[in-house]
């Protein structure tokens, strides 16, 4: 009897135990969902619109927290990174309707130039606008048009074309706001020159901010990007993912006179002559939001980088009509049998742009764009614009960026909102999900390496001794294969505990079932 009794017990207590741990972890759960409830930080037309939602679900028989739960849901669900609200949509409407492109712009031809050589006066109104931008909620519908264009305006011939007109209705935006700025670019030729380019005096608060964390310094701290999330940057990461354009690669696109030559195709192969591969490689460098379609263009750092794209395209143009004379740039486009990867859509010269219906392909190729919308300054050379506080000649005539320390601007003390605005318990999907942007394989000058050894990899490269970091025949040493096996054996150790937990489970379970039957008597 006192068997039993005894089994009888063991088992009781077994099932208080697991009681028990549910109701903890319903516990833990409940204040989760409270904390998430209510530490979201929300521009007033998303708070009323949840509390639309919220007030006709109290017409019906619904739990109010789980109610006020579901209307969050449905709300953020619709700002994901690819899905278009009506307001984005209105944006690119109005300039179909205007027949954007067609008409000469209202504020005049702007110029473009290097974020460094701009005056501290007009930097800082290039970052008023971007806040601007950002607060009105345009840098988003911006952003997820890009994200959704995925298909239409990556990966094939449509590539170049597609983001000029891109970047320059966004410019046209900027103006609306201050029509004395226009959108600077990235020259980051003069970064790739310095031993640890992400010491570069981008990387502070007088620019471009934060390059291994969350942006919480700098004119674009605690700008939220494609996930609820504020943008994050991961520079050099590793190995693969160090590889910026240098002037040599623009150089070598000019060894080239046709559209397809410095365009992707059908076939997937990695050339130093794609410039959208050259592009993804910097995309890859920067990571974070930057090194996902999806989410890069939440990050100002899009915008400059891919003007600098569009600088590079239009020397190729230049060269092409100095040098290649029997090239019309204005038809010269890719093959029709070969306009991207299989996978494209719509990416012919005579398909509609995405999001600009009035516009085909081939329109982005009119010479107007840089003719009537918009030109470019030179890049900062020595003897030129490379001077000034962030820019410096070395005694190679090498134009150089300076590093952090000629930043003045120290970190700012945050206050109590932007703290609040940044809790742990506000759930953030990664950056990476979504599709990750790789490039070329970079030359090894990664966070974690040092300055002599830096200094060691640009000195072998401008001696033409290696390429990517490495001697001429070697292998390089890819940290995504190694990445790759890791994540199988964490895989498969999770796997080995999940199976020897189950069948330890199973074993105490059938020892509590024979004892509450063998002990009956």
Not at 118 to 134: A, I, P
Not at 308 to 316: K, P, Q, V
Request: proline share 4%.
């Amino acid at each position: 009897m006192l068997q039993k009794v005894s089994g009888n017990l063991v088992i009781k207590k077994t099932m208080m135990f697991n009681y028990n741990v549910r109701l903890l972890l319903a516990f833990v759960v409940a204040n989760y969902i409270q904390a998430y409830q209510f530490n979201i930080n929300l521009p007033d037309s998303a708070q009323s619109e949840i509390e639309a939602c919220v007030n006709r679900s109290r017409k019906s028989p619904a739990i109010q927290w789980q109610a006020e739960m579901a209307c969050g849901h449905e709300y953020f669900a619709r700002l994901g990174p690819n899905n278009l609200t009506e307001d984005d949509w209105a944006i690119f409407k109005t300039a179909t309707d205007n027949i954007f492109g067609h008409t000469p712009p209202s504020f005049g031809i702007s110029t473009r130039r290097e974020v460094r050589t701009l005056s501290e006066e007009e930097w800082q109104n290039v970052t008023d606008v971007f806040g601007e931008l950002f607060k009105a909620g345009v840098l988003q519908s911006f952003a997820r048009l890009h994200g959704k264009a995925k298909l239409r305006a990556h990966k094939g011939g449509a590539f170049l074309p597609w983001h000029r007109v891109f970047l320059a209705h966004f410019e046209q935006e900027m103006k609306k706001i201050n029509p004395s700025v226009s959108l600077p670019y990235w020259d980051y030729t003069t970064d790739y020159e310095i031993p640890q380019p992400y010491e570069s005096v981008l990387w502070t608060p007088c620019f471009f901010g934060e390059n291994n964390d969350t942006v919480l310094s700098g004119p674009f701290k605690f700008m939220y990007g494609a996930h609820g999330a504020i943008i994050s940057r991961r520079l050099a990461e590793n190995f693969y993912s160090t590889r910026l354009i240098n002037k040599a690669d623009i150089e070598r696109l000019k060894d080239f006179c046709g559209y397809k030559d410095i365009t992707t195709g059908a076939v997937k192969e990695e050339t130093d002559h794609n410039l959208e591969t050259l592009h993804d490689s910097v995309h890859d460098y920067i990571g974070g939001d930057m090194g996902v379609v999806e989410n890069s263009a939440y990050d100002p750092i899009f915008w400059f980088h891919h003007a600098f794209i569009d600088y590079i395209w239009e020397s190729f143009r230049e060269h092409q009509t100095a040098k290649c004379t029997e090239i019309d740039i204005e038809s010269d486009y890719r093959p029709i049998n070969d306009t991207g990867w299989v996978n494209i859509i719509k990416q012919g010269p005579e398909d509609s742009m995405f999001g600009y219906s009035h516009l085909k392909t081939k329109d982005g190729l009119w010479r107007n764009w840089t003719d009537v919308f918009y030109t470019y300054e030179p890049q900062p050379a020595c003897g030129g614009t490379c001077t000034g506080e962030y820019l410096y000649c070395d005694n190679k005539n090498r134009c150089l960026s300076r590093t952090k320390e000629a930043c003045k601007k120290h970190l700012q003390t945050r206050n109590a909102r932007e703290v609040g605005a940044r809790d742990p318990l506000v759930p953030q999907i990664p950056c990476e999900s979504g599709t990750p942007l790789r490039g070329l394989k970079g030359d090894g000058r990664t966070m974690e390496t040092s300055q002599a050894e830096c200094e060691n990899i640009l000195e072998n490269e401008r001696d033409g001794s290696i390429h990517g970091g490495l001697k001429q025949g070697e292998t390089k040493y890819s940290c995504t294969a190694l990445e790759r096996f890791i994540y199988v054996l964490i895989g498969s150790l999770v796997c080995v505990i999940v199976s020897v937990t189950t069948v330890k489970i199973m074993r105490l379970r059938k020892q509590l079932k024979h004892a509450r039957y063998d002990n009956v008597d």
